[in-house]
């Protein structure tokens, strides 16, 4: 049976390894718009998460398999229609994740200083299609959201350059976040501390900061709360002091605001500060350079698929006859990476009860049509290039020093200037 699986993300690369311990001699052929592979491992987990990051060995070791094979800068809807992967392949699975910020849909949300999180996530993970954000003169950023992504972009944000050694942070962004004069974090949640979606490890990271400290804007929210672990941990942060006292060396103050509900974004040619409802109807302002909406991701389109609400419409996987979806594409932009591996489990079962070999032609078919459009795509070869590149350069303050554009990649990997 030939199988394409569209995107290399952990969603993607798990649904190969599940397939390939179901469907014996499968054929996989895994896609990627960019030369490189593993999605969100690469370009959503925090750079200084290292240990989360560590899994694409484990997603490599998949691509690598003799039944794998990786299409790296085929993007399906420009070098490929979804209808040709059809001809080419029994089955087709989207593994494309979500990718878009969910918007606020509050005035002033385009103003210059106002990212969603996808977009500034992407950026300081050196994505090729992420726009720089007017990172200048930051004194004060508002972060929206009570998940862990507003926590890794608060954490990022925080440390200083010592601790982001090790890390894939890039040396410019590193330098560019390190000169902003930056004093305090607003962590702005709508529901209250026991309803907030961090996990206590992530949270707890930041009352071990260097030049950070955590504080509480209003403590008797917490006394209140119902006791959860994330309330526990939040009580711990009170305990170490609610104020910035004279002696205290930590010169960025981490506050956690709970109850408010973004109203609007307010600023003159751009971001100034962010305006929100309190539970007493009552309206506050924090002033801010930056506002960074950490609130949820959409999937796009994949050529003619077309997400309703932000994901694909399926039946425990099935989008259509031998067209099929898995991860955050399937499921909407939740749980942990090991939560796409239970998934995968799950859609590459339907997929071995419901397909069977029509005899295709898998990737040769691929090969000789992406041929035929002179299409610059790599392989698994060519992106081990790319990472050797990569880790090479790094210097010794980090792990590696991505190449940020598709370009770069393709010189890396060998490929002919186009
Ligand atoms: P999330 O956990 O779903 O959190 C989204 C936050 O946005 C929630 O606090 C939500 O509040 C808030 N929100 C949504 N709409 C809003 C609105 N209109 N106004 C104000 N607030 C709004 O999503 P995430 O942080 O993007 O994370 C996505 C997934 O990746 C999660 O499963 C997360 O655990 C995972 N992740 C894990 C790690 C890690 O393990 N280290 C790191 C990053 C991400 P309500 O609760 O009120 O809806």
């Given at each position: ?40 491992v690469?370009?959503g987990v925090a750079p200084d998460h290292q240990a989360t990051k560590s899994v ?65 996530v992407?950026?300081?993970n ?22 862990n992504?507003?926590i890794d972009?608060?954490r990022v944000?925080?440390k200083?350059?010592?601790?982001l050694?090790g890390s894939d942070l ?31 490890h992530e949270?707890?990271e ?130 942990v990476i ?81």
């Open positions: 049976m030939k199988i394409a699986i569209v995107g290399s993300g952990p969603a993607g690369c798990y649904l190969a390894d599940q397939l390939l311990r179901l469907v014996p001699g499968c054929a996989i052929d895994v896609i990627d718009r960019l030369p490189v592979p593993f999605g969100l690469r370009y694409s060995r484990i997603l490599d070791r998949t691509l690598a398999h003799k039944q794998v094979n990786f299409f790296g800068n085929v993007e399906v809807g420009r070098d490929v229609t979804l209808e040709q992967l059809l001809s080419f392949y029994d089955a087709v699975a989207l593994a494309t994740g979500a990718q878009r910020d969910r918007r606020l849909g509050i005035p002033g949300e385009n103003l210059p200083g106002v990212i969603g999180s996808g977009s500034f992407a950026w300081y050196g994505h090729p299609d992420a726009k720089i954000p007017p990172i200048e003169n930051i004194k004060s950023v508002v972060v929206i959201g009570n998940g992504v507003a972009v608060a944000l925080a200083e350059p010592s601790e050694a890039s040396h410019d962004i590193t330098q560019l976040l390190a000169a902003q004069p930056l004093r305090e974090i607003h962590i702005v949640g709508r529901r209250g501390p026991a309803d907030a979606k961090f996990t206590p949270l707890a930041l009352g071990n900061l260097k030049r950070a400290k955590p504080f509480i804007a209003d403590p008797e929210e917490l006394e209140k709360a119902d006791a959860t672990p994330i309330v526990g941990v939040l009580e711990k942060f009170l305990e170490n002091g609610n104020c910035q006292d004279s002696n205290e060396q930590r010169s960025v103050s981490v506050v956690f605001h709970f109850y408010l509900a973004p109203v609007a974004f307010v600023g003159y040619g751009r971001l100034q500060a962010v305006k929100f409802r309190a539970k007493d109807g009552k309206e506050v302002e924090i002033a801010a350079d930056l506002a960074v909406t950490c609130i949820g991701y959409e999937s796009l389109p994949c050529c003619t698929a077309k997400p309703v609400d932000g994901k694909f419409a399926n039946a425990d996987g099935k989008i259509d006859e031998r067209l099929y979806v898995v991860g955050w594409a399937k499921r909407g932009p939740s749980g090991a939560s796409s591996r239970s998934d995968a489990q799950l859609v590459a079962k339907k997929i071995a009860e419901d397909v069977s070999d029509g005899g295709r032609r898998g990737g040769e078919g691929l090969r000789e049509h992406l041929q035929s459009k002179n299409a610059r795509f790599l392989d698994h070869t060519g992106w081990k290039r790319i990472n050797d590149a990569e880790v090479a350069r790094a210097g010794e303050h980090r792990c590696r020093e991505k190449f940020c554009s598709v370009e770069e990649m393709l010189e890396a990997s060998g490929k002919s200037p186009s």
